[in-house]
Protein backbone atom coordinates (compact mmCIF):
# COMPACT_ATOMS: atom_id res chain seq x y z
CA UNK A 1 0.00 0.00 0.00
CA UNK A 2 1.10 3.72 -1.17
CA UNK A 3 1.28 5.69 1.79
CA UNK A 4 3.05 8.35 0.04
CA UNK A 5 1.10 11.82 -0.75
CA UNK A 6 0.99 12.97 -4.22
CA UNK A 7 2.20 16.62 -6.11
CA UNK A 8 -0.82 18.35 -5.18
CA UNK A 9 -1.72 17.01 -2.26
CA UNK A 10 1.59 18.05 -1.05
CA UNK A 11 0.83 21.62 -2.22
CA UNK A 12 -1.95 21.44 -0.74
CA UNK A 13 -1.25 20.63 2.76
CA UNK A 14 1.68 22.34 2.60
CA UNK A 15 -0.42 25.92 1.86
CA UNK A 16 -2.66 25.04 4.15
CA UNK A 17 -0.21 24.72 6.61
CA UNK A 18 1.58 28.23 5.98
CA UNK A 19 -1.74 30.25 5.68
CA UNK A 20 -2.85 28.46 8.88
CA UNK A 21 0.82 29.31 10.95
CA UNK A 22 1.22 32.69 9.62
CA UNK A 23 -2.57 34.11 9.30
CA UNK A 24 -4.75 31.62 12.08
CA UNK A 25 -2.36 30.62 14.74
CA UNK A 26 -1.32 34.50 16.37
CA UNK A 27 -5.47 35.00 16.35
CA UNK A 28 -6.62 31.98 17.75
CA UNK A 29 -6.52 32.69 21.11
CA UNK A 30 -8.35 36.09 20.59
CA UNK A 31 -10.87 34.00 18.46
CA UNK A 32 -11.45 31.67 21.36
CA UNK A 33 -11.84 34.74 23.92
CA UNK A 34 -13.86 36.99 22.46
CA UNK A 35 -16.13 34.57 20.28
CA UNK A 36 -16.03 36.29 17.53
CA UNK A 37 -16.89 34.60 14.03
CA UNK A 38 -13.37 34.71 12.27
CA UNK A 39 -14.60 36.47 9.21
CA UNK A 40 -11.33 37.46 8.04
CA UNK A 41 -10.25 33.50 8.06
CA UNK A 42 -13.03 32.47 6.03
CA UNK A 43 -12.19 34.85 3.12
CA UNK A 44 -8.51 33.86 3.03
CA UNK A 45 -9.73 30.43 2.43
CA UNK A 46 -12.09 31.48 -0.21
CA UNK A 47 -9.61 33.06 -1.64
CA UNK A 48 -7.60 29.76 -1.74
CA UNK A 49 -10.51 27.66 -2.89
CA UNK A 50 -10.77 25.49 0.43
CA UNK A 51 -14.36 26.73 0.36
CA UNK A 52 -15.62 24.83 -2.00
CA UNK A 53 -12.07 22.10 -2.38
CA UNK A 54 -13.66 19.11 -3.66
CA UNK A 55 -16.57 20.72 -6.10
CA UNK A 56 -16.15 20.43 -9.83
CA UNK A 57 -14.48 23.90 -11.14
CA UNK A 58 -17.73 23.97 -13.32
CA UNK A 59 -19.49 24.51 -10.48
CA UNK A 60 -16.95 27.25 -8.84
CA UNK A 61 -15.02 24.81 -6.51
CA UNK A 62 -11.43 23.17 -6.26
CA UNK A 63 -11.88 20.28 -8.16
CA UNK A 64 -9.58 18.49 -5.61
CA UNK A 65 -9.38 15.05 -3.70
CA UNK A 66 -11.45 14.19 -0.52
CA UNK A 67 -7.38 13.36 0.81
CA UNK A 68 -6.43 17.16 0.06
CA UNK A 69 -9.59 18.02 1.69
CA UNK A 70 -8.63 15.82 4.78
CA UNK A 71 -4.77 17.01 4.82
CA UNK A 72 -6.01 21.32 4.86
CA UNK A 73 -8.33 20.45 7.54
CA UNK A 74 -5.97 19.31 10.18
CA UNK A 75 -3.90 21.89 9.10
CA UNK A 76 -6.31 24.63 9.68
CA UNK A 77 -7.61 23.09 12.53
CA UNK A 78 -4.55 22.75 13.90
CA UNK A 79 -4.28 26.70 13.95
CA UNK A 80 -8.05 27.53 14.63
CA UNK A 81 -10.41 25.03 15.35
CA UNK A 82 -13.13 27.60 15.29
CA UNK A 83 -12.15 28.04 11.32
CA UNK A 84 -12.13 24.24 10.96
CA UNK A 85 -15.21 23.69 11.41
CA UNK A 86 -16.52 26.46 9.74
CA UNK A 87 -14.40 25.14 6.91
CA UNK A 88 -15.72 21.76 7.30
CA UNK A 89 -19.62 22.61 7.67
CA UNK A 90 -19.30 24.57 3.86
CA UNK A 91 -17.01 21.73 2.51
CA UNK A 92 -18.63 18.70 3.71
CA UNK A 93 -22.64 19.36 4.99
CA UNK A 94 -23.74 21.78 2.37
CA UNK A 95 -21.40 21.66 -1.03
CA UNK A 96 -21.37 18.21 -1.27
CA UNK A 97 -24.99 17.41 -0.77
CA UNK A 98 -25.87 20.51 -3.21
CA UNK A 99 -23.31 18.77 -5.69
CA UNK A 100 -24.30 15.04 -5.71
CA UNK A 101 -28.56 15.92 -4.88
CA UNK A 102 -29.01 19.30 -6.68
CA UNK A 103 -30.31 19.98 -10.34
CA UNK A 104 -27.91 22.55 -12.65
CA UNK A 105 -30.17 25.32 -11.32
CA UNK A 106 -29.58 24.65 -7.70
CA UNK A 107 -26.26 24.18 -9.03
CA UNK A 108 -25.45 27.60 -10.00
CA UNK A 109 -27.94 29.29 -7.88
CA UNK A 110 -26.70 27.89 -4.71
CA UNK A 111 -23.76 25.35 -4.96
CA UNK A 112 -21.37 27.85 -7.32
CA UNK A 113 -21.48 30.95 -4.61
CA UNK A 114 -20.91 28.92 -1.46
CA UNK A 115 -18.06 26.55 -3.63
CA UNK A 116 -16.45 29.74 -4.27
CA UNK A 117 -16.83 31.35 -0.42
CA UNK A 118 -18.78 33.95 -1.72
CA UNK A 119 -21.61 32.54 0.29
CA UNK A 120 -21.45 30.78 3.55
CA UNK A 121 -23.68 27.44 4.26
CA UNK A 122 -25.16 25.72 7.30
CA UNK A 123 -26.58 22.41 7.76
CA UNK A 124 -29.70 22.25 9.84
CA UNK A 125 -30.53 18.43 11.29
CA UNK A 126 -30.77 18.64 14.73
CA UNK A 127 -33.72 20.01 17.06
CA UNK A 128 -34.65 19.85 20.54
CA UNK A 129 -36.50 16.67 20.36
CA UNK A 130 -34.41 15.26 17.32
CA UNK A 131 -30.54 14.20 17.36
CA UNK A 132 -28.97 10.73 17.11
CA UNK A 133 -32.43 9.74 16.67
CA UNK A 134 -32.61 12.08 13.69
CA UNK A 135 -35.61 10.38 12.28
CA UNK A 136 -37.92 12.16 14.76
CA UNK A 137 -37.94 15.32 13.75
CA UNK A 138 -41.06 17.78 13.80
CA UNK A 139 -40.25 20.73 11.84
CA UNK A 140 -42.81 20.15 8.85
CA UNK A 141 -42.78 21.27 5.42
CA UNK A 142 -46.38 21.47 4.15
CA UNK A 143 -46.99 22.02 0.10
CA UNK A 144 -49.19 25.03 -1.08
CA UNK A 145 -49.14 24.97 -4.48
CA UNK A 146 -45.83 26.02 -6.24
CA UNK A 147 -44.26 26.66 -2.57
CA UNK A 148 -43.37 24.61 0.89
CA UNK A 149 -44.72 26.42 4.41
CA UNK A 150 -42.08 25.79 7.02
CA UNK A 151 -42.80 25.59 10.47
CA UNK A 152 -40.57 24.52 13.06
CA UNK A 153 -36.69 24.51 14.86
CA UNK A 154 -33.84 23.63 14.49
CA UNK A 155 -30.65 24.45 17.33
CA UNK A 156 -27.03 23.68 17.53
CA UNK A 157 -26.57 25.15 14.16
CA UNK A 158 -22.65 25.72 13.04
CA UNK A 159 -22.50 29.31 10.95
CA UNK A 160 -25.95 29.68 12.08
CA UNK A 161 -26.27 33.28 12.84
CA UNK A 162 -23.71 34.47 9.84
CA UNK A 163 -24.73 31.45 7.08
CA UNK A 164 -26.55 32.51 3.62
CA UNK A 165 -27.73 29.62 2.94
CA UNK A 166 -29.77 26.67 4.70
CA UNK A 167 -30.07 23.01 4.32
CA UNK A 168 -32.81 22.17 6.26
CA UNK A 169 -34.59 18.74 6.85
CA UNK A 170 -38.11 18.77 7.29
CA UNK A 171 -41.25 16.62 7.72
CA UNK A 172 -42.98 16.47 4.24
CA UNK A 173 -45.21 13.32 5.08
CA UNK A 174 -45.69 13.58 8.71
CA UNK A 175 -47.03 9.46 8.65
CA UNK A 176 -44.30 7.85 6.17
CA UNK A 177 -41.57 8.01 9.06
CA UNK A 178 -38.19 8.42 8.07
CA UNK A 179 -39.30 7.91 4.35
CA UNK A 180 -41.38 11.42 4.41
CA UNK A 181 -38.34 13.76 5.22
CA UNK A 182 -37.43 16.13 2.47
CA UNK A 183 -33.93 18.70 2.27
CA UNK A 184 -34.81 22.40 1.39
CA UNK A 185 -32.42 24.99 0.76
CA UNK A 186 -33.51 28.04 2.57
CA UNK A 187 -32.42 31.28 1.82
CA UNK A 188 -31.60 32.94 5.53
CA UNK A 189 -33.02 36.47 4.16
CA UNK A 190 -36.65 34.25 4.24
CA UNK A 191 -39.44 36.21 5.81
CA UNK A 192 -40.06 33.90 9.05
CA UNK A 193 -36.85 32.95 9.73
CA UNK A 194 -35.32 33.83 13.33
CA UNK A 195 -32.31 33.50 14.43
CA UNK A 196 -31.55 32.54 18.26
CA UNK A 197 -29.24 34.22 20.14
CA UNK A 198 -25.46 32.76 19.84
CA UNK A 199 -24.89 29.45 22.11
CA UNK A 200 -22.17 30.24 24.92
CA UNK A 201 -20.57 27.10 23.90
CA UNK A 202 -16.93 25.59 25.96
CA UNK A 203 -15.24 25.34 23.13
CA UNK A 204 -14.63 26.46 19.45
CA UNK A 205 -16.28 29.82 20.13
CA UNK A 206 -16.26 31.31 16.94
CA UNK A 207 -18.27 28.69 15.20
CA UNK A 208 -21.36 31.05 15.44
CA UNK A 209 -23.50 28.03 16.61
CA UNK A 210 -27.49 29.64 17.06
CA UNK A 211 -30.78 28.02 17.40
CA UNK A 212 -33.62 28.70 13.87
CA UNK A 213 -37.07 29.15 14.16
CA UNK A 214 -38.62 29.22 11.24
CA UNK A 215 -42.39 30.52 11.49
CA UNK A 216 -44.67 29.78 8.19
CA UNK A 217 -41.60 30.22 5.90
CA UNK A 218 -42.45 29.75 1.92
CA UNK A 219 -40.04 27.93 -0.13
CA UNK A 220 -40.30 27.42 -3.59
CA UNK A 221 -40.23 24.07 -4.31
CA UNK A 222 -37.72 24.12 -7.16
CA UNK A 223 -35.68 24.75 -4.09
CA UNK A 224 -35.93 21.18 -2.50
CA UNK A 225 -32.88 18.93 -2.87
CA UNK A 226 -33.49 15.54 -4.68
CA UNK A 227 -37.22 13.91 -4.32
CA UNK A 228 -39.63 14.32 -2.05
CA UNK A 229 -38.95 11.85 0.57
CA UNK A 230 -35.12 11.52 -0.26
CA UNK A 231 -34.07 13.83 2.90
CA UNK A 232 -33.32 11.20 5.56
CA UNK A 233 -30.91 9.18 2.77
CA UNK A 234 -29.29 12.75 1.75
CA UNK A 235 -29.09 13.54 5.70
CA UNK A 236 -27.30 10.65 6.44
CA UNK A 237 -25.07 10.40 3.33
CA UNK A 238 -24.31 13.35 3.81
CA UNK A 239 -22.94 13.01 7.62
CA UNK A 240 -20.55 10.30 6.31
CA UNK A 241 -18.43 12.44 4.61
CA UNK A 242 -18.71 15.27 7.31
CA UNK A 243 -17.37 13.28 9.19
CA UNK A 244 -13.95 12.44 7.47
CA UNK A 245 -13.95 16.52 7.46
CA UNK A 246 -14.58 16.06 12.12
CA UNK A 247 -11.83 13.77 11.84
CA UNK A 248 -9.52 15.58 10.72
CA UNK A 249 -10.39 18.43 12.47
CA UNK A 250 -9.96 16.27 15.65
CA UNK A 251 -6.60 15.22 13.79
CA UNK A 252 -5.56 19.01 13.76
CA UNK A 253 -6.55 19.52 17.47
CA UNK A 254 -4.87 16.41 19.06
CA UNK A 255 -1.43 17.28 16.58
CA UNK A 256 -1.57 21.17 18.18
CA UNK A 257 -1.72 19.68 21.92
CA UNK A 258 0.78 17.23 20.84
CA UNK A 259 3.27 19.66 19.95
CA UNK A 260 2.45 21.93 23.05
CA UNK A 261 3.04 19.22 24.95
CA UNK A 262 6.48 18.24 23.93
CA UNK A 263 7.86 21.30 23.78
CA UNK A 264 6.94 22.06 27.10
CA UNK A 265 8.04 19.01 28.35
CA UNK A 266 11.52 19.85 26.69
CA UNK A 267 11.36 23.54 28.33
CA UNK A 268 9.84 22.54 32.01
CA UNK A 269 13.28 21.13 34.40
CA UNK A 270 12.44 19.91 37.70
CA UNK A 271 15.54 18.53 40.12
CA UNK A 272 17.70 19.79 37.18
CA UNK A 273 16.53 18.17 34.44
CA UNK A 274 14.07 18.51 32.06
CA UNK A 275 10.61 16.25 32.38
CA UNK A 276 10.70 14.69 29.14
CA UNK A 277 13.48 12.73 30.82
CA UNK A 278 10.70 11.15 33.23
CA UNK A 279 9.41 7.44 31.76
CA UNK A 280 6.32 8.77 32.83
CA UNK A 281 6.41 11.79 30.22
CA UNK A 282 7.54 9.66 27.70
CA UNK A 283 4.93 7.17 27.65
CA UNK A 284 2.37 9.81 27.67
CA UNK A 285 3.64 11.27 24.35
CA UNK A 286 4.51 7.77 23.10
CA UNK A 287 0.61 6.93 23.18
CA UNK A 288 -0.25 10.24 21.77
CA UNK A 289 1.52 9.70 19.12
CA UNK A 290 0.84 6.65 18.50
CA UNK A 291 -2.98 7.01 19.19
CA UNK A 292 -2.79 10.25 16.76
CA UNK A 293 -1.18 7.74 13.48
CA UNK A 294 -3.34 5.29 14.00
CA UNK A 295 -6.15 7.84 13.92
CA UNK A 296 -4.50 9.74 10.36
CA UNK A 297 -4.73 6.60 8.51
CA UNK A 298 -7.91 5.64 9.00
CA UNK A 299 -8.58 8.71 8.24
CA UNK A 300 -6.69 8.87 5.23
CA UNK A 301 -8.15 5.73 4.18
CA UNK A 302 -11.63 6.61 4.46
CA UNK A 303 -11.34 9.87 2.26
CA UNK A 304 -9.32 7.53 -0.67
CA UNK A 305 -11.99 4.71 -0.28
CA UNK A 306 -14.94 7.88 -0.68
CA UNK A 307 -13.13 8.86 -4.05
CA UNK A 308 -13.25 5.42 -5.09
CA UNK A 309 -17.07 5.53 -5.20
CA UNK A 310 -17.53 2.96 -3.11
CA UNK A 311 -19.74 2.80 0.49
CA UNK A 312 -17.52 4.43 3.16
CA UNK A 313 -20.53 4.67 6.37
CA UNK A 314 -18.39 2.13 8.59
CA UNK A 315 -14.78 3.89 7.43
CA UNK A 316 -15.80 7.48 8.11
CA UNK A 317 -17.08 6.17 11.60
CA UNK A 318 -14.20 4.58 12.30
CA UNK A 319 -11.92 7.31 11.31
CA UNK A 320 -14.27 9.76 13.54
CA UNK A 321 -14.33 7.72 16.60
CA UNK A 322 -10.69 6.98 16.48
CA UNK A 323 -9.49 10.02 15.90
CA UNK A 324 -12.14 12.17 18.01
CA UNK A 325 -10.63 10.13 20.77
CA UNK A 326 -7.38 10.56 20.20
CA UNK A 327 -7.66 14.43 20.58
CA UNK A 328 -9.56 14.19 23.62
CA UNK A 329 -6.64 12.04 25.57
CA UNK A 330 -4.05 13.62 23.91
CA UNK A 331 -5.12 16.82 25.20
CA UNK A 332 -5.90 16.01 28.61
CA UNK A 333 -2.28 14.77 29.02
CA UNK A 334 -0.93 17.84 27.11
CA UNK A 335 -3.04 19.42 30.29
CA UNK A 336 -1.79 17.16 32.64
CA UNK A 337 2.00 17.68 31.55
CA UNK A 338 1.74 21.31 31.60
CA UNK A 339 0.77 20.23 35.32
CA UNK A 340 -1.36 23.58 36.88
CA UNK A 341 0.12 25.81 34.02
CA UNK A 342 -1.95 24.05 31.68
CA UNK A 343 -5.25 24.98 33.59
CA UNK A 344 -4.79 28.65 33.07
CA UNK A 345 -5.34 30.73 29.75
CA UNK A 346 -2.08 32.18 29.04
CA UNK A 347 -1.33 28.09 28.13
CA UNK A 348 -3.13 27.09 24.46
CA UNK A 349 -3.22 23.41 25.77
CA UNK A 350 -6.71 24.55 27.86
CA UNK A 351 -8.61 25.52 24.74
CA UNK A 352 -7.57 22.22 22.88
CA UNK A 353 -8.82 20.54 25.90
CA UNK A 354 -12.00 22.81 25.31
CA UNK A 355 -12.01 22.55 21.23
CA UNK A 356 -11.33 18.39 21.26
CA UNK A 357 -14.28 17.73 23.35
CA UNK A 358 -17.11 18.34 20.59
CA UNK A 359 -15.15 16.49 18.22
CA UNK A 360 -16.58 13.81 19.81
CA UNK A 361 -20.45 14.65 19.92
CA UNK A 362 -21.38 16.96 16.94
CA UNK A 363 -21.95 15.04 13.18
CA UNK A 364 -23.19 12.08 15.28
CA UNK A 365 -21.50 10.83 18.71
CA UNK A 366 -19.00 8.52 19.96
CA UNK A 367 -21.80 6.42 20.54
CA UNK A 368 -23.47 6.73 17.19
CA UNK A 369 -19.90 5.71 15.32
CA UNK A 370 -19.74 2.61 17.31
CA UNK A 371 -23.49 1.68 16.14
CA UNK A 372 -22.64 2.49 12.66
CA UNK A 373 -19.46 0.29 12.68
CA UNK A 374 -21.48 -2.81 14.37
CA UNK A 375 -24.38 -2.66 12.25
CA UNK A 376 -21.94 -2.82 9.00
CA UNK A 377 -20.17 -5.73 10.87
CA UNK A 378 -23.21 -7.69 11.62
CA UNK A 379 -25.31 -6.46 8.59
CA UNK A 380 -22.55 -6.96 5.51
Not at 33 to 55: H, I, Q, R, Y
Not at 254 to 268: D, I, P
Request: charged share 25%; aromatic share 8%; proline share 3%.
Amino acid sequence: MDFSLNEEERLIRDTARELAEKEFAPRSAEVDETSKFPADNVKKLAELGFMGMNVEEKWGGAGLSSLAYALAMEEISAACASTGVIMSVNNSLVCDPLERYGNDFQKETFLAPLARGEKLGAYCLTEPEAGSDAQNLRTSAVREGDHYVVNGTKNFITNGQVADTYLVYCKTDPEAGHRGISTLIIDAKSKGLERGNKENTMGIRGSSTCSLFFTNVRVPVENRLGEEGSGFKVALSTLDGGRIGIASQALGIGRAALEAATKYAQERKTFGKPIADLQAIQWMLADSVTELDAARLLTHRAAVIKDTGKRYSSEASMAKLAASRASVLIADRAVQIHGGYGYIREYPVERYYRDAKITELYEGTSEIQRLVIARSLLRP
